[in-house]
């Protein structure tokens, strides 16, 4: 379902843009132009955050911001200046964020602010102090911008809860704690955790310059003195979420093949390889199945490359359903392959059988074209913990099947 925002606003030109927005990122959308609409939207509706004018025909004094803020909507102020007194009754309410309309990046802003608040909904953040006072306050800033908040209360805690929450993306901490500071925290852990899973954030009231670069060394990725301001704390927070996640979308990228959205040749190797590495240890084998589509060339030749391009996206659907429990991947070109780590090769076999006959029974649902095709497979296992030896072997008998008259399971 999707996520619904009250924009109120008098003016109909920026009513229109600010609507435009946010259906760009992909909320349903309700206007309201006085603060007695907005006061009917709102007993109507159920909305997951509202964009609001400070200055109404029926609210001069910004008394739409404690309508929406009262029914417990994030709200968003927009202003057309922000003077002190227009500043101070902003500031007395928990908004989200205000935006001044004249800025010349005040719609890509709103834009960012639109997109990272149905985010924050998936990231989560473990605040890490003694002070219970502290905590809740950060906590309760937070929750207003959606994020999945965990507690704890002294380092000790706070590597227990990571250990059992391993999804915990952003670590904020203080400093000065029982048992073990903030700095050891963080080296603790950055031993055990990559520096692209997680940030950390340090927090302290101490007078110190030292204190900021301590963090730092020991890997923080940023740090706040005490008493901050919240719009610092909103912003350094989501700098390091939006690092965090562009990092993880290269890093998705680098290891999927673009056409399929299967695991690339890259990640395939590298996951199979640690995979036999462990198997090595325990002396069990690993397989590999090569699998190849028949004739492919002339699919492109006789419907062209588009048409090829659906039948690859097509198989590698039904691979990645019918090979669930394993690891499957796009080798490159027309060739795919699948490995299987915990499974006996009988078992093994039959299933790639099964898939074989499945494709020469399916594949024309793989196009519009309907185009029939078949596949050749190679199977390789043995006590080979190599991935290149074991991709050759199976390669040798992917070659035997085609020899052989293609569309067979060749072991
Ligand atoms: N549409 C499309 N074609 C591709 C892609 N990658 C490789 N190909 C084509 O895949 C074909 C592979 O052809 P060949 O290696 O000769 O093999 P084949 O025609 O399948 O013959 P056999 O494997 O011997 O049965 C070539 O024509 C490549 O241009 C791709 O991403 N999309």
Do not use: W
Request: charged fraction near 25%; charge should be negative.
């Amino acid at each position: 379902m999707k996520r619904k925002i009250l924009i109120v606003e008098d003016t109909p030109a920026i009513a229109l843009v600010q609507k435009h927005i946010a259906l760009k990122v992909g909320y349903e959308v309700d206007v309201a132009e006085t603060l007695a609409q907005t006061k009917i939207l709102i007993s109507q509706n159920n909305y997951f955050c509202a964009v609001v004018d400070f200055i109404l025909p029926d609210a001069p004094n910004g008394e739409a911001v404690p309508c929406t803020i009262n029914a417990e909507i994030p709200t968003i102020v927009m202003t057309g200046s922000i003077d002190k007194k227009t500043r101070d009754t902003v500031e007395k309410f928990p908004i989200i964020d205000y935006i001044i309309k004249e800025n010349k990046q005040a719609y890509q802003y709103l834009e960012k602010q639109l997109k990272r608040l149905p985010r924050n909904e998936s990231v989560k953040v473990l605040v890490v102090d003694d002070s219970i006072s502290t905590r809740h306050y950060i906590v309760s800033l937070l929750l207003r911008h959606k994020y999945q908040v965990s507690e704890a209360e002294d380092g000790k805690q706070a590597l227990e809860m990571l250990a059992k929450s391993p999804d915990i993306s952003v670590i904020i901490t203080d400093n000065e704690m029982p048992n073990m500071n903030g700095d050891e925290l963080c080296s603790e852990i950055r031993r055990l955790y990559n520096n692209d899973e997680k940030a950390i954030i340090g927090i302290s009231g101490a007078d110190s310059s030292e204190l900021s670069t301590l963090f730092l060394k020991n890997g923080a990725n940023d740090y706040l003195h005490k008493p901050f301001n919240n719009e610092e704390f909103y912003c350094r927070l989501s700098q390091n979420v939006d690092m965090l996640q562009q990092i993880a979308t290269i890093k998705r990228q680098a290891n999927t093949d673009y056409l399929t959205d299967l695991p690339n040749r890259r990640y395939f190797f590298e996951q199979a390889n640690n995979s036999l590495k462990e198997l090595s240890l325990k002396k069990v084998n690993g397989a590999l199945a090569m699998i190849d589509i028949d004739h492919f060339k002339s699919i492109n030749d006789t419907y062209g490359h588009d048409a090829g391009d659906q039948v690859l996206k097509g198989l590698a659907i039904c691979l990645k359903k019918y090979f669930k429990k394993y690891l499957v991947a796009r080798l490159g070109g027309e060739e795919f392959a699948v490995y299987f780590a915990d499974e006996t090769p009988q078992e093994a076999l039959k299933r790639l059988e099964g898939f074989r006959y499945f494709v020469e029974n399916n594949s024309q649902e793989f196009s519009k074209e309907k185009i029939k095709l078949t596949i050749s497979i190679g199977f390789s296992t043995g006590p080979v913990y190599q991935m290149d030896t074991l991709l050759k072997q199976a390669d040798q008998k992917l070659y035997e099947a085609k020899e052989a008259g293609r569309n067979q399971v060749t072991s």
